[in-house]
């Protein structure tokens, strides 16, 4: 499913406009990632759990030339389902 999909099937089940739609995911996404950026967790009771976490920097090598390199500390965005969205997928 893409973002256009997802928007219809918004606007299907939600009794709105496809326009009403868009807009609400879009406000969805936008308040989700900037909570991430804040260092947030986000919790969605029966669907999962969105959380940021740091990555160590590691020393890792390059397959081309098979040399050493460094690789930078970052961090990553993480999601553990959760217990109604597991048993739904089964």
């Not at 397959?63 to 739904?88: C, H, S």
Request: aromatic residues 4%.
């Amino acid at each position: 499913m893409n973002k256009t999909e997802l928007i219809n099937a918004i606007a299907e089940r939600s009794g709105l406009n496809k326009t009403d739609s868009k807009k609400a995911l879009d406000a969805c996404i936008e308040a989700i990632s900037a909570a991430l950026s804040d260092g947030d967790k986000i919790a969605l009771v029966g669907f999962g759990t969105f959380s940021v976490s740091e990555r160590p920097a590691r020393t890792g090598i390059n397959p081309r030339t098979k040399e050493q390199i460094t690789i930078e500390a970052k961090k990553v965005i993480k999601f553990k389902a959760g217990a109604e969205l597991t048993d739904n997928i089964k």
